[in-house]
């Protein structure tokens, strides 16, 4: 079995070309618990403060993490 598997790492723009493969797995994930907690639009993950690292296998992306970056001056 020849298994490729690479990391990707999307700020900004790049994270247009798979806001969709991100969406539907948190949705899949998160189906159970009745969807993603605090996330009203999807395309608040386009937001500046927003990071993707995403698993790629096959050519597919099969897993990701959605960062969220918050000044702590700004934090209550």
Do not use: H, W
Not at 19 to 34: F, H, W
């Amino acid at each position: 079995m020849n298994l490729n598997e690479s990391y990707v790492n999307c700020f900004g723009d790049d994270r247009n070309k798979y806001i969709d493969d991100v969406i539907r797995i948190l949705q899949t994930a998160y189906a159970s618990l009745g969807g993603v907690k605090g996330l009203d639009n999807p395309k608040e993950l386009l937001e500046d403060d927003v990071f993707f690292k995403l698993v790629r296998r096959n050519n597919k992306i099969v897993a990701c993490a959605v960062y969220k970056f918050k000044n702590p001056k700004n934090s209550k």
